[in-house]
T-cell receptor, first 114, second 107 residues
Framework: EVQLVESGGGLVQPGGSLRLSCVAS????????MTWVRQAPGKGLEWVSY????????YYADSVQGRFTISRDNVKNSVYLQMNSLRVEDTAVYYCARGKTGLGGQGTLVTVSS | DIQMTQSPSSLSAFVGDRVTITCRAS??????LGWIQQKPGKAPKSLIY???NLQSGVPSKFSGSGSGTDFTLTISSLQPEDSATYYC?????????FGPGTKVDIK
């Protein structure tokens, strides 16, 4: 069974940093690209970032470019999202996805507030 | 950026009804389209990838079709547990984009 378990969310002040983690199981991690998606309270889904199989290519939404960094550890079957210079508008539940569209985790809530 | 639109924005149907949701891309995305279900208060869950392929464990009452710019998600026989918001997502080119969602209710 495919499992994606996100963690690392919390309350942070504007300008602060957080590192999100997503541990994957139930599939061969190195066979899949990975993606982060977020959902602000009461809003729709927004793509955040993508990383390919070997971390050779990464892409970001314009809204997070230069502030967020995606990475992966193929030994630990994990993907990460380092979030710096956080803004109030980054408040959302963050989900990781298997491949480009395989959402299935429970998400982790990031709240940016003073 | 590729814009995704969905219609209708919401619908209400009876148990047992056949329900169809439409998604349209602003440019050709081939079959690089997924459908996602989000039940109230729950995390979103992928149903379909590559326009018509069911994710593992997804019941066969869900089906997807289309290619290019026009896509559909069909629920063959609507059940109470299908009450949810359904999103389409293109992953043909960056930035990946989602449709605004279609809310499905049971009459």
């Amino acid at each position: 069974e495919v499992q994606l378990v996100e963690s690392g969310g919390g309350l942070v002040q504007p300008g602060g940093s957080l590192r999100l983690s997503c541990v994957a199981s139930g599939f061969t991690f190195t066979d899949f690209e990975m993606t982060w998606v977020r959902q602000a309270p009461g809003k729709g889904l927004e793509w955040v970032s993508y990383i390919d199989f070997t971390a050779s290519a990464m892409y970001y939404a314009d809204s997070v470019q230069g502030r967020f960094t995606i990475s992966r550890d193929n030994v630990k079957n994990s993907v990460y999202l380092q979030m710096n210079s956080l803004r109030v508008e980054d408040t959302a539940v963050y989900y990781c996805a298997r491949g480009k569209t395989g959402l299935g985790g429970q998400g982790t809530l990031v709240t940016v507030s003073s | 950026d590729i814009q995704m639109t969905q219609s209708p924005s919401s619908l209400s149907a009876f148990v047992g009804d056949r329900v169809t949701i439409t998604c349209r891309a602003s440019q050709d995305i081939s079959n690089n389209l997924g459908w996602i279900q989000q039940k109230p208060g729950k995390a979103p869950k992928s149903l379909i990838y590559h326009a018509s392929n069911l994710q593992s464990g997804v019941p066969s009452k869900f089906s997807g079709s289309g290619s290019g710019t026009d896509f559909t998600l069909t629920i063959s026989s609507l059940q109470p547990e299908d009450s949810a918001t359904y999103y389409c997502q293109q992953y043909s080119s960056f930035p990946f984009t989602f449709g605004p969602g279609t809310k499905v209710d049971i009459k």
